[in-house]
């Protein structure tokens, strides 16, 4: 078998002759299974112009299976009911070329998903799933073309920053369209469509963000200026209260024609 790279292995086992039999179905089973012939029970594996496909195409599957044989060129894993690809989902698949996980429910994308083939895969079809955002992280550094086409998109800065370093497939990039959007004249658009059109929707999330900080701030102003005007209204309060108390005392001078009055009586 050739792999990508002109690495070519041998799918031949040599067993000494002079082995044991049991010694020789051990020494079997250790090298098959180093060579990765492993095939998961839901799945059909065979090999294809020397390269190994893995259907698991329409098999219930509900998450991604962790048996997959190591020389997988081929994984197609469309119609199932996989709700998520989590971190290192192919990490033990070097070689793999294609991966078809269209059709399926996906909604959660972890950001290093696709960590150990981001050299080798080609082909990777996300279409028909349940995704409105995946984190940036996810598809960096992939080099294969990518189909993300019939996904209930939300359309905002993470979405726009994703897509521009990504290679679409040029057949369904209009398929890519904004289910939802942090502006909402572009809910049902195709979201490249928007795009050229010059929309920016990291420029109108700076603004919203602005504008929220400073609704924010006026708050925190109004506040403040309401607590001075009732500090200041209930100090003058007190002070006229306390102005009406020592205008109602008697003067000094009242006092002293009391007493001196008292003095003549006496």
Known sequence: MTFPGGVHV???VFIPRGCPLILRLILAVICLSAMGFACPKSCHCSEKNGLMVVQCSSRNLEEIPSNLPHDTVSLLLS??????IPNQAFKNL?????LDLSRNAIETVDAG????????????????NQMQSVPKEAFARLHAKISLSNNPWHCECTLQEVLRELRLDPETVNEVSCHTSVQEEYAGKPVIQVLDSGIN?????????????FVTMFGWFTMVI???IYYVRHNQEDARRHL????SLPSSSQISKD?????TVL
């Open 10 to 12: 041998s799918r031949k």
């Open 244 to 247: 009406e108390y020592l205008k």
């Open 226 to 228: 309401a607590y001075v």
């Open 201 to 213: 929707f990291c420029n109108f999330h700076h603004k919203t963000t602005d504008v929220a900080m």
């Open 259 to 263: 007493f001196d009055t008292i003095s």
């Open 94 to 98: 070097p070689w793999l070329q294609e």
């Open 113 to 128: 998903a696709f960590q150990g083939v981001t050299e080798s895969l080609r082909a990777l079809d996300l279409s028909h």
């Open 79 to 84: 119609s199932n009911h996989i709700t998520k």
